[in-house]
């Protein structure tokens, strides 16, 4: 990909695709400003060029083509004049022109207000594309979308290139899985196998050692014959999780954390795994399997975390996960983590400096562990070819 860094980007017309798709309160309220934290640096570089710079992004799930007030890029326009010191300037009707001055930013409201935006529609993206001299995708967490605003603008903007963001997810993800320093170490929780099934397959060829929590473990643990009790698990994927464990790399719990509700005021219980009892579940790892995991994790030299090991939005279920991120964020190895319960769970212990890469993507993170093309990386890819 054609990267930013290497443009000329004075007195030109800056169009930066960044993801400010942020949590909103019951009230329209920012709960947490990380994504747009991360945009800072690309929108920066383009100021300190004199650049004129307009931004896009998506908020929410609107209906397509409709405003709704819930969903408008306001108060995200709001917090960047706060973190930029300077006025930012939402624009409503900008698919008709924009005017902005050098040294100037400008928001231009969702982009998903815009019929065809998610269709990637040809003319919808032409539009977009003759508001600019340069195209800057800056959002890996959309990179695996094929919508006007991260990949048809790309095919018809007179430059197309990546941003800081951007190349810095992509490089970060390319060395854990194209030339990782090992051992390689992965671990991969949620609830459902059948949701990760790619990546853990992807996964198992490449990694020396996966870990698996939450949900996942349960159907491993299943399928190596001990007792589950009535925890979440997927009988339909016991075949996979047998497969997987014939490989010899996915080491299972030692101990657990149970109880008998799933509730945050459930009394939890540390049971070996084969005294799992039929009323209980499985709700966390047990501090046996943590030690042990812990050792892992000392010993690898490329770490891959997406997903927690237990249900730890519940205090008495935190400490499995609690202490697999302090773990990774003591290790000297080099770090990767991703996915939206992984970097709430980061921002929860306040780790996220003893990470070495905290990816902004969900699916795009996911699809590219999977081994999937993303088509705002091929269209980038294709036109620096050009």
């Not at 920066?44 to 409709?66: F, Y």
């Not at 900008?94 to 529609?121: K, P, T, Y």
């Not at 979308?145 to 990949?151: E, I, K, L, P, Y």
């Not at 993170?365 to 999937?372: A, D, S, T, V």
């Amino acid at each position: 990909m054609l990267s930013m860094k290497s443009i000329d980007l004075r007195h030109k017309r800056v169009m930066i695709r960044e993801d400010f798709n942020v949590p909103l309160d019951n009230e329209g309220k920012i709960t947490s400003d990380t994504r747009i934290q991360a945009a800072l640096p690309t929108i920066r570089l383009a100021l300190e060029q004199h650049a004129k710079v307009i931004l896009l992004s998506h908020l929410g799930r609107p209906v397509e083509g409709q405003y709704e007030e819930r969903y408008s890029l306001l108060s995200v326009a709001e917090k960047l004049s706060q973190l930029l010191g300077r006025p930012v300037r939402l624009v409503k009707n900008w698919l008709q022109g924009i005017e902005v001055e050098e040294g100037e930013v400008v928001l231009c409201e969702n982009v998903r207000f815009n019929f065809g935006e998610n269709a990637d529609d040809d003319l919808l993206s032409q539009k977009m594309a003759v508001l600019c001299d340069v195209f800057v995708m800056d959002a890996f967490a959309t990179a695996h979308r094929a919508q006007a605003s991260t990949h048809g603008i790309a095919k018809y903007a007179a430059v197309a290139c990546a941003g800081p963001l951007m190349m810095a997810e992509v490089e970060a993800l390319t060395a854990v899985m194209d030339n990782p320093a090992r051992p390689l170490l992965a671990i991969v929780g949620g609830a459902k196998i059948s949701s990760k099934l790619a990546l853990l397959e992807n996964l198992s060829r490449r990694t020396d050692q996966l870990i698996v929590g939450g949900g996942i473990a349960n159907t491993f643990l299943a399928a190596a014959g001990y007792p589950i009790g009535c925890s979440l698990y997927e009988p339909d994927s016991l075949s996979t999780a047998e497969k997987l464990l014939a490989m010899g790399k996915v080491p299972l719990p030692i101990d657990v954390v149970t109880a008998t509700a799933f509730s945050a005021e459930a009394l939890p219980v540390i049971k070996a795994i084969a005294d799992v009892a039929p009323d209980e579940m499985i709700l966390d790892i047990g501090p046996k399997t943590l030690a042990a995991y812990t050792t892992l994790i000392d010993d690898a030299k490329t770490i891959l975390w997406n997903g927690p090991v237990g249900v730890f939005e519940f205090p008495a279920f935190v400490h499995g996960t609690a202490g697999i991120a302090r773990a990774i964020a003591l290790s000297q190895a080099y770090s990767v983590a991703g996915g939206g319960d992984t970097l709430a769970a980061i921002e929860l212990f306040g780790l996220a400096s003893g990470i070495s890469s905290i990816s902004t993507g969900g699916g795009a993170f996911l699809e590219y562990m999977e081994g999937k093309e993303l088509p705002a990386i091929t269209i980038l890819n294709s036109r620096n070819e050009e």
